[in-house]
């Protein structure tokens, strides 16, 4: 039996969700499938048959309560759909259906996203944390919407998305809805030789060079953190790394770049400093059975330097 494709929307009241659903819908990825809309949210913008012309959803209304494997499995045999939209409550976190709704065989998750709208996000994120961070950990795209490119800080929200779960693929979409690229808003220099990374864009360094090998391998940069050894390397190698808030202020987690350098026993251990070296990456595993590209420093020279103001990174 062919597979019934599932794709899950999260994010608040008023992000652009419905929105995003109907052009989906009415796109030519979907054209003769039977598509059924579980709705459990109302908001300003609704399913109306003009939002999606050519195609006939099967609009199901109802609270997130009432989502359950009672009601995927009826939904199953009343509709036999082809795809499934799940337009979630966004003040409801997505752990309530990964966590606890079984569907059937057939539903297979074919896409998790979170639309945000922009204009917002920064009072939402610094209030409601902990469900940006659900949203993030059970999503696999983030849909940015309604950036302004000239005031919108684009690399840190990518990188408050990135600190959390760094696999995210990010789309940001202005007013227009035209796509707007990202390294044309990174707040540092690739062109210079060597790229002067201030010390309080540490993470967002970090965040783009994991997804961005091409961008970033062979170029000379240099990078503020502390230094902290790693026995295993036996005076060939140190990590410099920084603290950073990932979702909210008990959530600490260490961000570190992996520096090549041969030591002697007077090296700097535990001191701020400002390296300066190659990027190049090490192939490591993903912890999901896959391999990420990790970036890493061949160091050219380094610096005691003072503590940044700011020693942990944040990203909001």
Known sequence: MDECLVYFFTGFLDSGKTSVICSWIGGENFKNRKVVVINTEEGEEEY????????????????????????????EAKHKPGVVFIEWNGSVSPAEFFEKVDVPERWVLAASVVVIDAST????????????????RYGDTVIFNRVDEENDNLPKLRGSVKAVNPGMSINFLGEDNKIIRIEDHLPFDLTQNPCNIAADDFGLFYTDAMDNMNRYNG?????????????????????????????CAADIQMMGVLCFYEFKSNFPAGQWLKVTGQVRYFEDDDGQGGKINVPCLTVEDYAITSKPDNEVIYFN
């Open 219 to 247: 170029k000379r940069i240099s990078l503020i953190g502390q230094a902290v050894i790693l026995r295993e390397f036996n005076g060939r190698a140190f990590v410099l790394q920084r603290q950073a808030y990932t979702c």
């Open 48 to 75: 109306l048959p003009e939002n999606y012309e050519g195609a006939n959803p099967t609009i199901i209304n109802c609270d997130t309560d009432d989502v359950d494997k009672d009601m995927t499995f009826d939904i």
């Open 121 to 136: 996000y920064g009072n939402f994120f610094r209030n409601m944390q902990t469900l940006f961070a659900d949203y993030f």
